[in-house]
């Protein structure tokens, strides 16, 4: 990777490199590419896709009710103020 590549790069994300940055980016980038270029080069097309790697197949539990013994009516009586049947809070977002 040139060093007007180098900077390119910089000048796109917003950065400000000093030239020593500049040289072990070069060179750390040229690397970066030189593997990826590598792994492009292994064949694939006779393997599966591996879509996840746990080997679970649902990790969704079921939906239960859980009565707690209350009637809404009664936990609301508690409330410093409700309305419709719901607690009713002072207004957080405008």
Same mark, same amino acid.
């Given at each position: 990777?040139?060093? $007007? !590549? #180098? +900077?390119?790069?910089?000048? +796109?994300?917003?950065?400000?490199?000093t030239?020593? $940055? #500049?040289e /072990?980016l070069?060179? !750390?980038?040229?690397? %970066? %590419?030189?593997?990826? /270029?590598?792994?492009?080069?292994v064949? =694939? /097309?006779?393997?599966?896709? =591996?879509?996840? #790697? *746990?080997?679970l /197949?649902n990790?969704?539990?079921?939906d *239960? %009710?859980?009565?707690?013994?209350?009637?809404?009516?009664e936990?609301?009586?508690?409330a410093p103020?409700f309305?419709?049947?719901q607690?009713?809070?002072?207004?957080i977002?405008e």
């Amino acid at each position: 990777m040139s060093r $007007e !590549e #180098v +900077l390119k790069l910089a000048a +796109l994300s917003r950065l400000r490199l000093t030239d020593d $940055e #500049v040289e /072990k980016l070069r060179s !750390e980038l040229s690397s %970066i %590419i030189d593997y990826v /270029k590598q792994l492009d080069s292994v064949d =694939t /097309k006779s393997l599966e896709p =591996t879509y996840q #790697v *746990t080997g679970l /197949k649902n990790v969704m539990r079921q939906d *239960t %009710i859980h009565d707690y013994g209350y009637q809404p009516a009664e936990l609301l009586k508690n409330a410093p103020a409700f309305e419709n049947g719901q607690f009713k809070v002072k207004r957080i977002l405008e």
